[in-house]
């Protein structure tokens, strides 16, 4: 059975969370496709807002369940 390829944007938006919330900076990004690239930043401006409102470690568990399953 083949397995369906995960939709890049979701991807790049699950990754940008991940390294916003890490504390990385925005030019870390390593992604050149302008609309791939977009969601990225989206993605990292929302995990850089969950860190700056304390959602990290155990606080922020049930948002990363959702983050990390699209």
């Known amino acids: ?33 302008a609309e791939v690239r977009q969601e990225w930043l989206n993605g990292w401006r929302e995990g850089r807002t969950d860190q700056w409102e304390g959602m990290t470690g155990v606080s922020g568990i049930h948002k990363l369940a959702n983050v990390t399953t699209a």
């Open 1 to 33: 059975m083949k397995r369906q390829k995960r939709d890049m944007y979701a991807r790049a938006f699950k990754r940008g969370y991940l390294a916003g919330v890490s504390g990385k900076s925005k030019d870390s990004c390593p992604i050149e496709q």
